[in-house]
């Protein structure tokens, strides 16, 4: 549960974590620490607008794997808004419930990687996103504005001031490859914590058969 907040300065962390890994909890600490974020709330995916139902881990199971890897940072949260909601979930949908559940003059700024910032003009409404909330594009040293720039075209000298860049050191792991590893019966441990590690081994979830 989301516990409640004061006004301030809210960072938004979305997605599927299928599992949650290192990855995940470094960008978000790092957002939190570079732009003065008074909480980053973690919002589990419902159905993904862009993957098949059938091929994401049930919701419970993330739900839970994503707060056992929160809990021991007093700036992290929970919501289950997404998950919630019972059918395909946007952007736009998750930013203007949680704007409900937000104080007034509370500010949203949304985390994401870089990457999926190029594609926002696919995303359903894509101006109303940007009004909502400020990005922060999560990337690799050395990447450039230009990109973004070119790709967004208008909406990028429209929305500009709401986008920033936060360069973090790669980590070079992600979830598609953590599956990989686990039906391969090879080792995660130090890719996801210790928490996550045991309730997927518990859960024999990801085809394990054995601690991993």
């Known amino acids: 549960m989301m516990a409640e907040i004061k006004a301030g300065s809210v960072g ?12 995940h ?6 957002a939190r620490e570079a732009f003065s974020l008074d909480s980053i709330i973690f919002v589990p995916a419902g159905i993904p607008p862009h993957k098949d139902e059938k091929e994401v881990t049930p919701a419970r199971h993330r739900y ?4 056992l890897a929160i809990m021991s940072n007093p700036y992290f949260q929970i919501s289950r808004v997404d998950l919630d909601r019972g059918r395909v979930t946007y952007t736009v949908d998750t930013l203007t419930d949680l704007r409900k559940e937000l104080p007034p003059d509370a ?10 910032i190029l594609e926002i003009l696919s995303w359903k409404e894509p101006e109303r996103v940007l009004s909502m909330a400020e990005f922060i594009a999560v990337t690799r ?20 001031d709401r986008i920033h860049i ?33 309730y997927i081994n518990n859960q024999g979830l ?5 601690e991993r």
Do not use: W
């Open 12 to 23: 938004i962390m979305g997605g599927t974590f299928d599992p949650i890994h290192y990855g």
């Open 25 to 30: 909890l470094v960008a978000a600490e790092a």
């Open 64 to 67: 839970l794997m994503t707060l």
């Open 107 to 116: 500010n949203m700024y949304f985390i994401t990687g870089a990457d999926a």
């Open 141 to 160: 040293p050395g990447y450039g504005l230009d990109r973004l720039s070119k790709a967004l075209g208008p909406l990028y000298e429209e929305f500009q």
């Open 166 to 198: 936060l360069e973090v050191p790669p980590v070079g792991i992600s979830s598609t490859d953590i599956r990989r590893r686990l039906a391969e019966g090879r080792s995660i441990r130090y890719l996801v914590p210790e928490t996550v590690l045991t």
């Open 206 to 210: 990801y085809g394990v058969k054995g």
